[in-house]
């Protein structure tokens, strides 16, 4: 992947209809997947108000669960995210760059461990689940030497889209711009820098399609 040099207007629009959403010229930059400085006050204020969240989600419960304490971590999701389906269950710890440019639908489930590093917009469909140790990752950095020196601390990013009714393994790292289609299963471990076509089975690093409907 290589930084785009214009404003995405489609991500943009997207990202008009999250909730929870703060706005600035460094945000717009960064989920257009342009280069972008991290250290620009609207994303330092993103980040410090999904750090606040995520300690709350995050804290341990009573020895007995009540119904309560559950709803009461759902509703630190819907206050956390762009937007959340109906029935959704994720077991802390979850771990968040934003989480407001996060999408998830209906039925969604993930187990211990979630990482979801949200520069860019990432869209996950209804019932998809996911294993432990799982990272979501849009942010990218210059290969170039050269260029790393030139932009130093700049970033860029890609979407992550994921779509619905997918099992996605333990210890499976995601990577910027990488489309998952419906149906798909992807083994643990497996490392998916490219897109995988939907109704497929993927595994291995770099993930590879070995069976397909």
């Known amino acids: 992947m290589i930084p785009k040099t214009e404003k995405d207007n489609e991500n943009i629009e997207k990202a008009k209809t999250l909730q929870n959403r703060f706005w600035g010229e460094e945000y717009e930059r960064m989920i257009s997947g342009m280069l972008y400085n991290p250290l620009g006050p609207e994303l330092i204020e993103g980040r410090s108000r999904a750090r606040r969240l995520m300690a709350i989600f995050n804290a341990p419960l009573s020895l007995e669960v009540s119904p309560s304490q559950v709803v009461s971590r759902e509703?630190?999701?819907r206050e956390l995210f762009?937007?959340?389906?109906?029935g959704v269950y994720i077991e802390p710890p979850l771990f968040v760059d934003y989480g407001c440019n996060i999408s998830i639908g209906s039925g969604f489930y993930a187990n211990f461990h979630?990482?979801?590093l949200d520069c860019g917009l990432v869209s996950i469909g209804s019932n998809v689940m996911i294993g432990p140790n799982v990272n979501i990752i849009t942010g990218?950095?210059?290969t170039g030497i050269e260029a790393r020196k030139a932009h130093?601390?700049?970033?860029?990013?890609?979407p992550i889209l994921i779509g619905d009714d997918c099992w996605i393994g333990a210890n499976v790292t995601i990577l910027a711009g990488v489309t998952i289609?419906?149906?798909?299963?992807?083994?643990a471990g497996s490392v998916v820098k490219?897109?995988?076509?939907a109704l497929s089975v993927a595994v291995g690093s770099p993930a590879r399609v070995i069976r397909s409907a």
């Open 114 to 116: 979630l990482t979801v």
């Open 194 to 197: 490219r897109d995988i076509q």
């Open 75 to 77: 509703d630190v999701l």
């Open 82 to 86: 762009g937007h959340v389906g109906h």
């Open 181 to 187: 289609g419906h149906g798909c299963s992807i083994g």
């Open 152 to 158: 130093k601390g700049l970033e860029f990013t890609g």
């Open 140 to 142: 990218e950095h210059e």
